[in-house]
Nanobody
């Protein structure tokens, strides 16, 4: 049974930094795509960043230049380094791991709250 366990959320000031981690267990293979999504109350979940097993990445326009996604294939773990936070980055962040390019498919973590506030 595949499980995704996230860590690293919390309260941060505008302009600050945080690093999220997500470890996938129970899978005998490396997921081709891993990524981070976020959701705020009343809104749909949105893609933040995706990374392929090759290392190619894709980012939402709202986080380009501020967030960096990376992965360790040997550990089936994905990271999200978040810098220069803005209040609108406040959300529950979810880790995703999947075998297809279909958004919303695959496995999801339990979510971790990130709150940007002074």
């Amino acid at each position: 049974q595949v499980q995704l366990v996230e860590s690293g959320g919390g309260l941060v000031q505008p302009g600050g930094s945080l690093r999220l981690s997500c470890a996938a267990s129970g899978s005998p293979f490396v997921f081709p795509i891993m990524g981070w999504y976020r959701q705020t109350p009343g809104k749909e979940r949105e893609m933040v960043a995706n990374i392929f097993s090759s290392g190619s990445t894709a980012y939402a326009d709202s986080v380009k230049g501020r967030f960096t996604i990376s992965r360790d294939n040997a550990k089936n773990t994905v990271y999200l380094q978040m810098n220069r936070f803005k209040p609108e980055d406040t959300a529950v962040y979810y880790c995703n791991a999947r075998n297809t390019i279909i958004e919303g498919s695959g496995y999801w973590g339990q979510g971790t709250q990130v709150t940007v506030s002074s």
